[in-house]
C-alpha cells in the first residue's frame, strides 16, 4: 500500500500529501488526533476519464468510501475508549477492571454521562432521581396490555421507549423549538435541567419497561418500582415479586406477614457488574444509529426507540442467543473436542468468537467469568455454564483459534446474566428476553452519546453520509407496450400466500 521513502533527516509535519496521479496536483492533508477530515478530498477534482460517469462526479471531488464503516470516526467524543490491539476498555479514562470491581452500575452512569466519578453527595442525589422516575403512568398498563402474548419482547420494548416520548411534550424539540437541547451547550440552566429530567426517565423506567415486557410474556400483573432497592435489586424484585406481601422492608421488627422479599445480595450485585461491562462499547450500531437519529433533533425517547431497534438485530444484541444456541447444541463438555474439530471442517459454526474491534480477549469477558464462578457458587452448578468454560478453555489452547485471534469476545459470557437470573426461583426466561437484558444498561451508553452531541459547541448537523451511485445512467421512460419483462428471483415481486 506504502512505500517507505529514503531515510533522511525529516521534521514531523502532521500532515498527508496526496499526488492525484489523474492531474498531477499535489495536495496536503492536515492530520489531527491521527485523522484526517473527509471533507477535505472534496477539493481533489479531477476532469471525467473515459471510464468515469456522470454519475460519478469526477469534477465535484473524492468521496470517501467505505462500507460499513470500518475506518470513519463520525464524531469526536470523550465518553469511552477501546484499544481492540491490547484488550483495553476505559469508561472516561477509568479502566472497566477497576470499575467492575469498585463501583456500581448508577455511578459508572453518572460518570458517562458528565464526565467525573461523583461525590457522595451528587451520587445520593443522582441516585434518588432515577429510582424516583422508576414509575410508570397507569396507561403502561393497557398499553402492554395490547400486546399479544407471545409478542417479541424487543419489539414490546423498542415500541415503549417510542409510546414514552407522546407522555413529555416538554421534550419534544418539534414542539418546543429545535434549540430545545442543543442550547444547553451555551450553559443554559433551564435547558439542562430539562435535558437531565428526560436521563433520569430514561434510565429509571429502563428497568420498569423490560421488567412489563417480562411480566407480559408470564401473564402476570405488572409491579410498582420499589422503595429503599438498588438499581439491580429493583429489577430483580419487578421481575421475581409475586404478591402484595412480597414487598420490601427495611424494618427488622417481627412480622405476622411473611417475610419480604429482597433479591440475594450475591445476584443482586453480580446483575450490577454485569450493567457496568454492558453500559458503553464506543460507537456500536446501536449507539451510532442513536446519534444519526438525535442528529434531525427528535426527543430522546425516539432516538433511544431508534437504538433499541438497532440492537435487536442478530448481527448486535442478538449474537449472544446464538451462543446459547451452541451451548445447547453441544450439550456437554465431553462433546466440546468433537464439536471444535466440527467447527476446523467448517461444518459447525462457532458462536463468540473473535471481534470487530477486539483482537484479542475482550477485558469484559474475564469478569463475566469471574461472576459466574460467584453466582453459580450460590445457585449450584450450571451445566450450560461448565459447557461454556470446556470450550473457552479448549479454544484458548488451540493453536487454529489462537493463530486466528479467534479468542472468545464478551458475547460468549453474555448468556451468563441469562442464566442467573433464570437460576432465581419463578425466573425462566425464554431465551428471546436475553437482548432485553443488554438494552437496560445501554441506555445509558446511548443517553451520554446523545447528550454529548447536544452539548457540542459546534452544534449539531444532522448525519447525511454520501453514496456512489452505481445504477442505469439517464433513461427514457419505455411505454407497456414496448417494454420487455424482468423477470427472475430478486428482479419481481414475489408471490406469497395470504392466511387472512
Given at each position: 500500500m506504502g512505500q517507505e521513502t529514503p531515510k533522511a533527516k525529516h521534521a514531523r509535519n502532521d500532515s498527508l500529501v496526496v499526488i492525484d496521479n489523474r492531474t498531477g496536483k499535489q495536495y496536503s492533508v492536515p492530520i489531527t488526533h491521527n485523522s484526517v477530515p473527509a471533507t477535505f478530498f472534496k477539493f481533489i477534482r479531477a476532469p471525467?476519464?473515459?471510464?468515469?460517469?456522470?454519475e460519478d462526479e469526477a469534477e465535484r471531488g473524492l468521496r470517501v468510501a467505505d462500507r460499513g464503516f470500518l475506518n470513519t470516526a463520525v464524531i469526536e467524543s470523550a465518553i469511552t475508549y477501546i484499544d481492540g490491539e491490547r484488550g483495553i476498555l476505559r469508561y472516561r479514562g477509568y479502566p472497566i477492571e477497576q470499575l467492575a470491581e469498585k463501583s456500581t452500575f448508577l455511578e459508572c452512569a453518572y460518570l458517562l454521562i458528565y464526565g467525573a466519578l461523583p461525590a457522595?453527595?451528587?451520587?445520593?442525589?443522582?441516585?434518588?432521581?432515577?429510582?424516583?422516575?422508576?414509575?410508570?403512568?397507569?396507561?403502561?398498563?393497557?398499553?402492554?396490555?395490547?400486546?399479544?402474548?407471545d409478542a417479541h419482547p424487543m419489539a414490546m420494548l423498542t415500541s415503549a421507549f417510542a409510546y414514552l416520548g407522546s407522555y413529555y411534550g416538554e421534550a419534544n424539540p418539534s414542539l418546543q423549538g429545535q434549540t430545545?437541547?442543543?442550547?444547553?451547550?451555551?450553559?443554559?440552566?433551564?435547558?439542562?435541567?430539562?435535558?437531565?429530567?428526560?436521563?433520569?426517565?430514561?434510565?429509571?423506567?429502563?428497568?420498569?419497561?423490560?421488567?412489563?415486557?417480562?411480566?407480559?410474556?408470564?401473564?402476570?400483573?405488572?409491579v410498582v418500582p420499589p422503595t429503599g432497592m438498588s438499581y439491580a435489586e429493583s429489577f430483580l424484585y419487578q421481575l421475581d415479586h409475586l404478591s402484595p406481601t412480597d414487598s420490601f422492608s427495611t424494618s427488622s421488627s417481627a412480622s405476622p406477614s411473611p417475610s419480604p422479599y429482597k433479591p440475594h445480595p450475591v445476584l443482586a450485585r453480580a446483575l450490577d457488574i454485569l450493567f457496568i461491562l454492558h453500559a458503553?462499547?464506543?460507537?456500536?450500531?446501536?449507539?451510532?444509529?442513536?446519534?444519526?437519529?438525535?442528529?434531525?433533533?427528535?426527543?430522546?425517547?425516539?432516538a433511544?426507540?431508534?437504538?433499541?431497534?438497532?440492537?435487536?438485530?442478530?448481527?448486535?444484541?442478538?449474537?449472544?442467543?446464538?451462543?446459547?444456541?451452541?451451548?445447547?447444541?453441544?450439550?456437554?463438555?465431553?462433546?466440546?473436542?468433537?464439536?471444535?474439530?466440527?467447527?476446523?471442517r467448517r461444518e459447525k459454526v462457532l458462536s463468540g468468537f473473535g471481534h470487530r474491534v477486539y483482537k484479542t480477549s475482550d477485558p469484559r469477558s474475564f469478569i463475566i467469568r469471574k461472576i459466574a464462578d460467584e453466582v453459580f457458587a450460590v445457585t449450584g452448578p450450571d451445566p450450560l455454564l461448565d459447557t461454556a468454560m470446556a470450550l473457552?478453555?479448549?479454544?484458548?489452547?488451540?493453536?487454529?483459534?489462537?493463530?486466528?485471534?479467534?479468542?472468545?469476545?464478551?458475547?460468549?459470557?453474555?448468556?451468563?446474566?441469562?442464566?442467573?437470573?433464570s437460576t432465581i426461583p419463578c425466573?425462566?426466561?425464554?431465551?428471546?428476553?436475553?437482548?432485553?437484558?443488554?438494552?437496560?444498561?445501554?441506555?445509558?451508553?446511548?443517553?451520554?452519546?446523545?447528550?454529548?452531541m447536544m452539548l457540542s459547541p459546534e452544534g449539531v448537523k444532522i448525519w447525511r453520509p454520501r453514496q456512489i451511485y452505481v445504477g442505469p445512467s439517464e433513461r427514457s421512460y419505455v411505454p407497456f407496450n414496448e417494454r420487455e419483462a424482468v423477470q427472475g428471483p430478486g428482479k419481481e415481486p414475489s408471490v406469497v400466500i395470504h392466511s387472512g
Open positions: 471525467a476519464g473515459p471510464d468515469d460517469r456522470p457522595r453527595s451528587q451520587l445520593s442525589h443522582f441516585e434518588r432521581e432515577v429510582l424516583l422516575h422508576g414509575i410508570m403512568h397507569a396507561d403502561a398498563t393497557k398499553f402492554f396490555g395490547s400486546f399479544r402474548y430545545l437541547f442543543t442550547k444547553c451547550a451555551k450553559g443554559d440552566p433551564e435547558a439542562l435541567q430539562n435535558m437531565d429530567k428526560q436521563i433520569y426517565r430514561l434510565i429509571g423506567k429502563a428497568i420498569t419497561l423490560a421488567a412489563m415486557a417480562y411480566r407480559v410474556r408470564q401473564g402476570r400483573e405488572f458503553d462499547h464506543e460507537m456500536n450500531a446501536s449507539s451510532t444509529t442513536v446519534l444519526q437519529t438525535g442528529s434531525s433533533l427528535p426527543d430522546p425517547y425516539s433511544v426507540a431508534a437504538g433499541c431497534a438497532s440492537l435487536y438485530g442478530p448481527l448486535h444484541g442478538g449474537a449472544n442467543e446464538a451462543v446459547i444456541r451452541m451451548l445447547v447444541s453441544i450439550g456437554s463438555p465431553n462433546n466440546v473436542p468433537a464439536f471444535l474439530a466440527a467447527v476446523k473457552h478453555d479448549a479454544a484458548l489452547k488451540d493453536d487454529y483459534f489462537v493463530s486466528r485471534k479467534l479468542a472468545p469476545n464478551v458475547d460468549f459470557w453474555r448468556h451468563v446474566p441469562h442464566r442467573i437470573l425466573i425462566g426466561f425464554p431465551m428471546d428476553f436475553f437482548p432485553v437484558l443488554f438494552v437496560v444498561p445501554r441506555v445509558v451508553g446511548w443517553v451520554a452519546h446523545w447528550r454529548q
